[in-house]
């Protein structure tokens, strides 16, 4: 590939190799810092004898790959907090522990508690380095804490729950990305304030947004409308109402709610405008893009310095620098010197959804967009324009496609018509917002102005529901592995190199990769003619699982409503490629291949029994006494499953463990799995 031509391209890539096998293969620290020092020597001492031989040896240049192999490996090993001698998972602390800590980053709220990444400074009157996560229960007389508050507290790290259930997503894993690796849980009467100032730039930052939302409040800005300006133009999507973002997710459109480079565009075309009567400065040239990059840089603060702002504002700071300074910019460069320093400095952002779903995005635009806008011309410009839109949303739907398929299973098939509505009215959108921000931080904010554009917001939310209705349109639970991913991937690319270059190479690989992907479906449906047994962990519900190839029965105590919206069966179904559900309800016994499974529920029933039971399923709190139970059926093993109280559960440990029986409570273990 002529991209590879570019060395920046190349030593990005070599980056990202290092910090991959630093992810995954978890290297020894020392021996990479030692191996990266030899190399670095080594390389000096060879550039050193080869003189003006250089560009003529292919050993140095592999050696600098190796080199940026190693560069990665250790950017991502000295991130990581927890080889510092104080980080709180090396201290030895006792429970409860008296802790100092910061405010870092305010998260969105589940319904019962307001959630914050935090920074601790101290535990028990010692010094103490890591990030935690904070839940302190909702209070509707507390205020929401600031970013860099700090706070005085006395409770117990408890671990970070890990999937209860198969194919559950890992939110301890997401947050291990973040170095987050124990929680909190208060009262909002177990903290004490010991400072609410800002003293970051991430302070300042939260207390402007604060500021900008009071003050539209104040000027009569509703919660919807408010939701949106904050996601829109701050970065912050906590406050949106669910129904409203899954609108937009379902339209195909949630990506206008990520504070990225569309929005980051708009934003330099119009700071472009504003400061273009510097250039008749004597030191214009130099003053211009000095100011642009610091504000694209002061907004990207605001907005919370996300994996695709950060991305966006990198790109933009380099095209703004070079424009400037007059130089021809290749796009690729552009995009493979942002990735190179924003991975250097923030690895683990390799691993972020985020910061895939921009860089692919924007891959798909530049690669092919052209290819489709050449297929067809138009001649006017009230028919150029759409199509335009409608090619660079179909290029960009393109590039993220798969990928996106992989971590959402869904495809919005009207996301071309959303598009192309929303995004020609986006930069006004912006720009008035922008304007609305101003004027209200100034003090001056007419109503007829706040009308107007709460009426713009709303009819944009309200065409983005009339679009999100057609559910026919909506495909959901769709399996896609990582190899699909990866084969999906080569065809696309193959097959814009086929339509450049027409060689007979790619062409091959096209008819390869499609080869590939026929594959992964045939092997995926071998896999899976397999049958298991399961019983769910579902708070205060019994759900029952049995699956035979491609079909899953369940059996359940649920209403029709919270089966329809269960993510467990969803998540359940996509992972195992299950074509079909059926539903009944629970019984009380189960046969699964020559194991026998007896369910003993709230009535307690279990005594003459013409079968010995392998298994006791206890659901739904039954009042029994264990002992006698045991000592009756003689069971190998007793699960418990999350409809039982935990007192009851407690009790039935203590009996299980005097009678030496395996003892499998769900909403500890996880899911229990016969197969």
Same mark, same amino acid.
């Given at each position: 590939?002529?991209?590879?031509?570019?060395?920046?391209?190349?030593?990005?890539?070599?980056?990202?190799?290092?910090?991959?096998?630093?992810?995954?293969?978890?290297?020894?620290?020392?021996?990479?810092?030692?191996?990266?020092?030899?190399?670095?020597?080594?390389?000096?001492?060879?550039?050193?004898?080869? @003189?003006?031989?250089?560009?003529?040896?292919?050993?140095?240049?592999?050696?600098?790959?190796?080199?940026?192999?190693?560069?990665?490996?250790?950017?991502?090993?000295?991130?990581?907090?927890?080889?510092?001698?104080?980080?709180?998972?090396?201290?030895?602390?006792?429970?409860?522990?008296?802790?100092?800590?910061?405010?870092?980053?305010?998260?969105?709220?589940?319904?019962?508690?307001?959630?914050?990444?935090?920074?601790?400074?101290?535990?028990?009157?010692?010094?103490?380095?890591?990030?935690?996560?904070?839940?302190?229960?909702?209070?509707?007389?507390?205020?929401?804490?600031?970013?860099?508050?700090?706070?005085?507290?006395?409770?117990?790290?408890?671990?970070?729950?890990?999937?209860?259930?198969?194919?559950?997503?890992?939110?301890? @894993?997401?947050?291990?990305?973040?170095?987050?690796?124990?929680?909190?849980?208060?009262?909002?009467?177990?903290?004490?304030?010991?400072?609410?100032?800002? @003293?970051?730039?991430?302070?300042?930052?939260?207390?402007?947004?604060?500021?900008?939302?009071?003050?539209?409040?104040?000027?009569?800005?509703?919660?919807?409308?408010?939701?949106?300006?904050?996601?829109?133009?701050?970065?912050?999507?906590?406050?949106?109402?669910?129904?409203?973002?899954?609108?937009?997710?379902?339209?195909?459109?949630?990506?206008?709610?990520?504070?990225?480079?569309?929005?980051?565009?708009?934003?330099?075309?119009?700071?472009?405008?504003?400061?273009?009567?510097?250039?008749?400065?004597?030191?214009?040239?130099?003053?211009?893009?000095?100011?642009?990059?610091?504000?694209?840089?002061?907004?990207?603060?605001?907005?919370?310095?996300?994996?695709?702002?950060?991305?966006?504002?990198?790109?933009?700071?380099?095209?703004?620098?070079?424009?400037?300074?007059?130089?021809?910019?290749?796009?690729?460069?552009?995009?493979?010197?942002?990735?190179?320093?924003?991975?250097?400095?923030?690895?683990?952002?390799?691993?972020?959804?985020?910061?895939?779903?921009?860089?692919?995005?924007?891959?798909?635009?530049?690669?092919?967009?052209?290819?489709?806008?050449?297929?067809?011309?138009?001649?006017?410009?009230?028919?150029?324009?759409?199509?335009?839109?409608?090619?660079?949303?179909?290029?960009?739907?393109?590039?993220?496609? /798969?990928?996106?398929?992989?971590?959402?299973?869904?495809? /919005?098939?009207?996301?071309?018509?959303?598009?192309?509505?929303?995004?020609?009215?986006?930069?006004?959108?912006?720009?008035?917002?922008?304007?609305?921000?101003?004027?209200?931080?100034?003090?001056?904010?007419?109503?007829?102005?706040?009308?107007?554009?709460?009426?713009?917001?709303?009819?944009?939310?309200?065409?983005?529901?009339?679009?999100?209705?057609?559910?026919?349109?909506?495909?959901?639970?769709?399996?896609?592995?990582?190899?699909?991913?990866?084969?999906?991937?080569?065809?696309?690319?193959?097959?814009?190199?086929?339509?450049?270059? @027409?060689?007979?190479?790619?062409?091959?690989?096209?008819?390869?990769?499609?080869?590939?992907?026929?594959?992964?479906?045939?092997?995926?449906?071998?896999?899976?003619?397999?049958?298991?047994?399961?019983?769910?962990?579902?708070?205060?519900?019994?759900?029952?699982?049995?699956?035979?190839?491609?079909?899953?029965?369940?059996?359940?105590?649920?209403?029709?409503?919270?089966?329809?919206?269960?993510?467990?069966?969803?998540?359940?179904?996509?992972?195992?490629?299950?074509?079909?559900?059926?539903?009944?309800?629970?019984?009380?016994?189960?046969?699964?291949?020559?194991?026998?499974?007896?369910?003993?529920?709230?009535?307690?029933?279990?005594?003459?029994?013409?079968?010995?039971?392998?298994?006791?399923?206890?659901?739904?709190?039954?009042?029994?006494?264990?002992?006698?139970?045991?000592?009756?059926?003689?069971?190998?093993?007793?699960?418990?499953?999350?409809?039982?109280?935990?007192?009851?559960?407690?009790?039935?440990?203590?009996?299980?463990?005097?009678?030496?029986?395996?003892?499998?409570?769900?909403?500890?273990?996880?899911?229990?799995?016969?197969?």
């Amino acid at each position: 590939m002529k991209l590879l031509n570019f060395t920046i391209i190349k030593l990005t890539v070599c980056l990202i190799l290092g910090i991959c096998i630093a992810h995954y293969f978890k290297p020894n620290f020392s021996i990479a810092i030692y191996l990266s020092l030899g190399l670095v020597a080594f390389i000096f001492i060879y550039y050193l004898s080869l @003189k003006q031989k250089i560009n003529r040896s292919p050993y140095f240049a592999i050696l600098a790959y190796c080199c940026m192999v190693s560069l990665g490996i250790n950017a991502y090993n000295i991130q990581d907090e927890k080889r510092q001698p104080q980080h709180y998972t090396n201290l030895s602390l006792q429970e409860p522990s008296e802790l100092t800590f910061k405010i870092n980053e305010r998260l969105k709220p589940d319904s019962y508690n307001d959630k914050y990444i935090v920074s601790l400074i101290s535990a028990n009157q010692r010094k103490a380095l890591g990030k935690l996560l904070i839940n302190i229960k909702r209070d509707s007389t507390i205020n929401t804490l600031p970013v860099d508050a700090i706070i005085f507290t006395k409770s117990d790290l408890r671990d970070i729950q890990k999937p209860l259930n198969p194919h559950q997503f890992d939110y301890s @894993k997401y947050l291990e990305l973040r170095q987050v690796y124990n929680q909190i849980y208060l009262q909002s009467n177990e903290i004490l304030i010991l400072s609410d100032q800002p @003293k970051t730039i991430y302070g300042f930052a939260d207390q402007l947004r604060a500021s900008i939302n009071t003050k539209l409040i104040k000027a009569g800005i509703k919660n919807d409308v408010l939701s949106i300006i904050n996601a829109l133009l701050l970065g912050q999507r906590q406050t949106i109402d669910k129904s409203i973002y899954n609108n937009y997710v379902n339209s195909g459109t949630i990506h206008i709610l990520a504070v990225s480079g569309l929005h980051v565009g708009i934003l330099l075309l119009i700071l472009n405008f504003i400061f273009k009567p510097l250039l008749l400065l004597k030191y214009g040239q130099v003053l211009r893009p000095l100011l642009i990059v610091i504000l694209l840089w002061l907004f990207a603060v605001i907005a919370g310095l996300s994996p695709s702002v950060t991305r966006a504002v990198t790109m933009f700071s380099i095209i703004s620098i070079a424009m400037h300074l007059k130089r021809p910019t290749n796009i690729y460069n552009t995009l493979a010197i942002s990735a190179f320093f924003i991975l250097l400095i923030k690895p683990t952002f390799l691993f972020e959804v985020g910061f895939q779903m921009s860089y692919l995005a924007v891959l798909g635009i530049v690669s092919i967009q052209p290819i489709l806008y050449n297929l067809w011309q138009p001649k006017f410009l009230i028919i150029d324009k759409p199509w335009q839109i409608f090619t660079v949303t179909l290029a960009a739907q393109t590039g993220v496609l /798969p990928i996106s398929l992989f971590y959402f299973h869904q495809f /919005p098939g009207l996301f071309f018509i959303s598009n192309l509505v929303v995004i020609p009215f986006l930069g006004l959108i912006l720009g008035f917002g922008l304007l609305v921000i101003v004027m209200a931080l100034v003090g001056f904010l007419p109503k007829p102005v706040v009308e107007i554009y709460s009426f713009i917001i709303e009819s944009l939310n309200g065409f983005i529901a009339w679009v999100a209705q057609f559910e026919d349109f909506l495909f959901r639970d769709i399996p896609f592995t990582l190899i699909q991913v990866l084969c999906t991937y080569t065809i696309i690319i193959s097959v814009v190199q086929v339509y450049k270059f @027409k060689t007979f190479k790619w062409a091959a690989i096209c008819l390869v990769g499609i080869i590939c992907l026929q594959g992964t479906y045939l092997y995926n449906n071998f896999k899976n003619q397999k049958e298991a047994f399961i019983v769910f962990n579902k708070s205060r519900f019994s759900m029952i699982g049995l699956k035979k190839n491609d079909k899953l029965e369940i059996h359940h105590n649920l209403d029709a409503l919270k089966l329809t919206d269960d993510n467990i069966i969803k998540n359940y179904r996509v992972g195992e490629l299950i074509a079909s559900i059926t539903t009944d309800s629970l019984q009380n016994v189960y046969q699964f291949k020559n194991k026998t499974l007896l369910a003993v529920d709230s009535l307690g029933i279990y005594k003459n029994l013409s079968f010995q039971p392998d298994y006791i399923l206890l659901l739904n709190s039954p009042r029994i006494n264990l002992n006698r139970v045991i000592d009756s059926l003689k069971p190998q093993n007793i699960v418990a499953d999350a409809s039982n109280y935990k007192s009851y559960v407690e009790r039935w440990k203590v009996t299980c463990r005097a009678k030496k029986i395996p003892f499998h409570y769900t909403n500890e273990k996880g899911a229990f799995i016969l197969k």
